[in-house]
């Protein structure tokens, strides 16, 4: 059994920066791709950034140049700095796992960015 377990949110004010983390627990698995994905209140969950375990990334346009998906294969984790954050960015983000042709997800963790 895997389990995703994502922290890191909090309120911060527009322009400001955060640093999420994504820990898998368990044993005896491998992670391919992992990522961030997002939802809004009254929106679709949307891809945010993922990161192969080679190392190879790939962004949402909206957040491209602003946002850092990183990976530590020994800790099993991902993380996601996010700088230069807008109230656009508001939103429940959830990190995944592809795992023996399976998606895990994490319970997700609030990012509030407001005045």
């Known amino acids: 059994q895997v389990q995703l377990v994502e922290s890191g949110g909090g309120l911060v004010q527009p322009g400001g920066s955060l640093r999420l983390s994504c820990a898998a627990s368990?044993?005896?698995?491998?992670?391919?791709?992992m990522g961030w994905h997002r939802q809004a209140p009254g929106k679709q969950r949307e891809l945010v950034a993922r990161?192969?375990?080679?190392?190879?990334?790939n962004y949402a346009d909206s957040v491209k140049g602003r946002f850092t998906i990183s990976r530590d294969n020994a800790k099993n984790t991902i993380y996601l700095q996010m700088n230069s954050l807008k109230p656009e960015d508001t939103a429940v983000y959830y990190c995944n796992g592809l795992v023996g042709g399976n998606y895990y997800w994490g319970q997700g963790t609030q990012v509030t960015v407001s005045s």
């Open positions: 990161i192969t375990r080679g190392g190879s990334t």
């Open positions: 368990g044993s005896g698995f491998t992670i391919y791709a």
